[in-house]
């Protein structure tokens, strides 16, 4: 039952962190397109729209590997978080241990 919950709760993790590394990605790589245009023609007066346009380039040429890295990258990221036990109901079920009686000395 608690493999059950670990993959059900690693199947909700997987969503919101492949949208958080796909975007991620793409704004990153657009961010370095777009600088390399803007370094590589100093004078241009449109280089908003250069890089912009670099940017857009990046995600079209490298969408498969984007989305493959953004897949990789959630798929271990929730499957790590909820097998470490780090969320209460994927952790081991605690078993509550039996009081220790308390051993005196015997007198005579």
Aim: hydrophobic fraction near 50%.
């Amino acid at each position: 039952m608690i493999t059950l919950k670990r993959l059900a709760t690693a199947a909700v993790f997987f969503l919101p962190m492949f949208l958080f590394f796909y975007f991620g990605i793409c704004m990153a790589g657009g961010m370095v397109a777009g600088a390399r245009i803007a370094l590589d023609h100093p004078g241009a007066t449109n280089s908003v729209a250069q890089g912009g346009e670099a940017g857009r380039e990046f995600v079209r040429n490298n969408l498969g590997m984007i989305v493959l890295g953004a897949f990789a990258l959630s798929s271990a990221g929730s499957l790590a978080l909820t097998f470490s036990g780090l969320f209460p109901w994927c952790g081991k079920p605690q078993v509550p241990q039996a009081p220790q009686v308390p051993q005196f000395p015997q007198t005579q």
